[in-house]
């Protein structure tokens, strides 16, 4: 099993692969301004999203993308209405449902192509059950995910921290974090990537700690 991948044993009963008390003390002595942050903001207190399947957690984020929460919410109402009585769809439902029938609630033609796609490779095991990600390292889950339609990296390190707990992620492309890290390190300037990354290797193990805690900064 790869190294990055946490045991079973290993996972919490509130769901983190990891010890948050443990982790802001290593980032503490590893960066003081990740230090000063985290005294800023206070407890860390993220805790991974409950999830009945990994299906049906890449459908939301499909559906998601790039609309404001309530305006996303009604669509994937009218969508799982489609599907009367059952509660959510099964890949095969949403396989076998018309195109049009999906546009007429509301999804776009890109979407719907992406849900028609996220369906057919679950039902051919290119998208694994949720049970089956959780044996899978970080890089594993990327790679398998983004071959999706619609699916890109960050909708996949998103999963990685806020499902599955996992505590190593840094998502380069995301704005919030950008911003974050400029606060927090005093930049004028949002960081190259590149910049991000060096900097962001003492943060190891805990990358994903430290990312909860640049988002933060954009609070205070």
């Known amino acids: ?40 903001v206070g407890e860390f207190t993220m805790r991974p999203e409950p999830a009945h399947s990994l299906f049906q957690v890449l459908v939301r984020s499909i559906v998601y993308q790039q609309l404001t929460g309530r305006a996303a919410s009604t ?7 489609l599907f009367a009585p059952k509660r959510f769809p099964t890949p095969r439902d949403l396989l076998e449902m018309p195109s049009e029938r999906l546009r007429a609630a509301g999804l776009s033609t890109a979407k719907t192509a992406a849900l028609k796609d996220l ?8 998208v694994p059950s949720l049970a089956r990600v959780r044996l899978m390292s970080d890089e594993e ?9 619609g699916i890109g990296r960050w909708t996949v390190e998103m999963l990685l921290i806020f499902k599955l707990g996992r505590p190593d992620v840094l998502p380069l492309g995301d704005l919030g974090v950008r911003k974050g890290f400029a606060l927090a390190l005093g930049k004028r300037k949002l960081p190259e990537a590149a910049a991000m990354s060096r900097r962001a290797e003492r943060w190891r193990p805990y990358r994903s700690v430290a990312s909860w805690y640049l988002w933060r900064a954009l609070e205070l």
């Open 119 to 126: 369906s057919a490779r679950t039902l051919a095991g290119t």
């Open 141 to 149: 889950i990327v790679e398998r995910l983004t071959a999706v339609r």
């Open 75 to 81: 669509i994937l109402g009218r969508m799982t209405r």
């Open 1 to 40: 099993m790869p190294s990055n991948v946490p045991s079973l044993s290993t996972i919490r009963a509130d769901g983190l692969a990891y010890d948050p008390d443990a982790a802001c003390s290593h980032l503490s002595l590893a960066d003081p301004a990740i230090g000063a942050l985290i005294t800023r």
